[in-house]
């Protein structure tokens, strides 16, 4: 694993301790070895970046993945997708809080096509979508949320994004019919375009990704209201996420998943739902939820007034219209297609 990885890894690592200096004490050489362990910094990268980029990474870092074969590419295919899935999230809802507070107004022909590559997901559509909401924050002269993000905003990184990767069946598996040499060859070039991403976007570590759980009000007599937010940290090497408890004068969104500058600034944060959600908080309190999985989940694609959602830990089909909130994250889709797009949606 280690030796398969390791350029990507001491790659991404070096340019994560320049956003965490604190990362810095895992670059110690090992005496026996007289080397850095890989090891180390690479469980350092699953646990630092938020969990659907992670999750992914930890696969892809697996003792099984160490072999130039189909399942390495498969993973490395997977891997890319995420993160520009997740990337592509981030900016949507940062470009629909945006026009939706009148700090941009974009050109509107090109967010015609934005509903229609939006409403069903491909890894050609992330592109697509990095690249046009990029140059529609490009262009304003706001601050955005991430400001490292204007520093990846221009065409050597929209460039990168555009390859070519084989269509999924049914399932979801990526259809190879490839060479062993191809296979190979692919894995290599499919590795470096994974580093470069990393590296671009490094800066994610600096912020969290979080789940309110709850919000309790408690308030004292003649003193001012006190929120106490229950909330589960979404970056770690396992789904056993680290959960605390915080207490502030104001308050967040709540059963919802957020992205932070930090977590003692509850409301400066960019609310990610409904195109990410957290099932686990669920109660299963009906017969209709007995099947409903617990996981985090993103969003696919949008048809006949429903929303599809793909989990980062279960694998299989899942139908969530069950959730106790489900009609609310269909309206707050239709909201967001509509406030960018200027269109309703049905």
Not at 209 to 214: A, G, P, S
């Amino acid at each position: 694993m280690a030796q398969i990885n390791e350029t990507l890894i001491r790659e991404v690592f070096d340019e994560m301790v320049k956003y965490k200096p604190s990362l810095a004490k895992y670059l110690v050489i090992d005496e026996e070895e007289d080397a850095i362990d890989i090891r180390i910094l690479a469980d350092q990268i699953i646990k630092n970046f938020p969990w659907p980029i992670g999750v992914e990474l930890r696969r892809l870092f697996s003792g099984s993945m160490r072999s130039l074969e189909r399942g390495r590419l498969d993973q490395l295919f997977k891997t890319i997708e995420r993160t520009m899935q997740f990337l592509a999230f981030i900016m949507v809802i940062e470009l629909y809080e945006k026009i939706r507070d009148e700090k941009i107004s974009p050109n509107l022909a090109d967010l015609k096509q934005f509903k229609q590559r939006f409403l069903i997901l491909s890894l050609g559509n992330y592109a697509w979508t990095i690249r046009l909401v990029g140059k529609a924050l490009e262009n304003n002269n706001n601050e955005t949320f991430m400001h490292e993000m204007k520093g990846i905003l221009n065409n050597k990184f929209y460039n990168a994004l555009d390859f070519w990767v084989p269509e999924r069946n049914e399932i979801g598996h990526y259809q190879i019919n490839l060479a062993k040499e191809d296979v190979e060859k692919r894995c290599v070039e499919y590795l470096e375009r994974l580093s470069f991403i990393l590296k671009s976007i490094s800066f994610l570590i600096k912020y969290k990704l979080v789940t309110i759980r709850e919000i309790k009000v408690r308030k004292l007599k003649r003193k001012d209201p006190l929120f106490d937010h229950w909330i589960d940290i979404l970056n770690s090497s396992d789904s056993d996420f680290r959960s605390q408890e915080e207490t502030f004068n104001t308050f967040s969104d709540s059963n919802a998943i957020l992205l932070m500058k930090s977590i003692k600034q509850p409301k400066d944060f960019l609310n990610l739902s409904p195109l990410i959600i957290d099932t686990r908080p669920e109660i299963i309190d009906s017969k209709d939820k007995f099947n409903l999985k617990k996981d985090i989940f993103m969003y696919t694609k949008y048809r006949e007034n429903k929303i599809f959602y793909l989990g980062t830990e279960v694998t299989e089909k899942c139908d969530l219209s069950s959730l106790s909130n489900y009609s609310n994250l269909v309206e707050e889709f239709k909201e967001l297609i509509e406030i960018i797009t200027t269109e309703p949606i049905t």
